[in-house]
């Protein structure tokens, strides 16, 4: 039997369950740079777009929520609006399935039918999958901060990947 990976927009019965997310990365790992657990309204704010330009979506597996990824405001100045950020969360059980890669593929259209011209990826050096994935789905490294963040006793390097959609 195949599976089956669906997306739908976030709304907030999904609340609970992407903050839990999040919250599981923030706690464990280097993939957020956030040191504290969010608390709900946090997390609203983090997931809601801020305008109509960004998207916010949950991904499904079989039915059953695998995770969040969102198209958000890069920089505030105006002149950044034709360029997103994208993210990816997933639940650990949910990775190495393909819905990561479906997922990016679908906000590439959503961002593509909103006039976005490029999409900007900023990842944590030590995220090994996910520079794997970027680096697949065609995304450059254009930059690279060493030592800018510090978590779990340790300094962090933060590089941010592009694509462009035109």
């Known amino acids: 039997m195949t599976s089956r990976i669906a997306f739908e927009p976030y709304d907030s019965r999904y609340l609970e369950s992407v903050r839990g997310t999040y ?3 923030v706690e ?8 504290y657990p969010y608390t709900p309204e946090q997390m609203e704010q983090l997931i809601e777009p801020l305008s109509e330009l960004y998207r916010s979506y949950v991904a499904l597996y079989d039915g059953q929520y695998a995770g969040y ?5 890069h920089k505030k100045r105006p002149a950044f609006n034709v360029t997103a950020e994208v993210t990816v969360y997933l639940e650990p059980a949910f990775t190495g399935k393909g819905i990561g890669k479906k997922a990016m593929l679908f906000l590439e259209e959503v961002a593509k039918q909103l006039n976005f011209h490029s999409l ?8 090994e999958g996910s520079i794997a994935l970027f680096s697949k789905l ?25 694509k462009k959609l035109k």
């Open 28 to 35: 464990r790992t280097t993939v957020s740079f956030d040191l």
């Open 69 to 73: 990824f969102l198209l958000t405001q």
């Open 138 to 162: 065609g995304y450059k490294q254009v930059s690279h901060y060493e030592e800018i963040a510090y978590k779990f006793d340790r300094w962090l390097d933060l590089a941010c990947y592009q």
């Open 23 to 25: 919250n599981y990365f």
């Open 120 to 127: 900007i990826a900023t990842i944590c050096t030590e995220n």
